[in-house]
Nanobody
């Protein structure tokens, strides 16, 4: 079992930045594929970024490529999502998720086993 807790959401104006954190606890003595998903009201859930904690390999959805980066601090069992050049369409609840392999795009197209509670990101124009 892995427990995930997100933090760092908030409100920002278009063009601004936010950094989300996802802290993991529980069975963290192995590598996981960690991902960030988002869901806006009335829209389907979208996988935006993933990273394999064992090797640091990352993947980004086209909608955020070049604007978002994902990183990890294995000593802190934490994964970060740095979001730059935010736009109103980025507004959503952002969820951290974790699962075993496969990683990359395949995680973002699946439903991982472990989820955080979500953190709200609101971007105003």
């Amino acid at each position: 079992q892995v427990q995930l807790v997100e933090s760092g959401g908030g409100s920002v104006q278009a063009g601004g930045s936010l950094k989300l954190s996802c802290g993991a606890s529980g069975h963290t003595d192995r590598s996981y594929c960690m991902g960030w998903f988002r869901q806006a009201p009335g829209k389907e859930r979208e996988g935006v970024a993933s990273i394999y904690t064992g090797a640091g390999y990352s993947y980004f959805a086209d909608s955020v490529k070049g604007r978002f980066t994902i990183s990890q601090d294995n000593a802190k069992n934490t994964v970060y999502l740095q979001m730059n050049s935010l736009q109103p369409e980025d507004s959503a609840i952002y969820y951290c998720a974790a699962d075993g392999l496969p990683c990359g795009q395949r995680l973002l197209l699946s439903r991982p086993d472990y989820w955080g509670q979500g953190t709200q990101v609101t971007v105003s124009s």
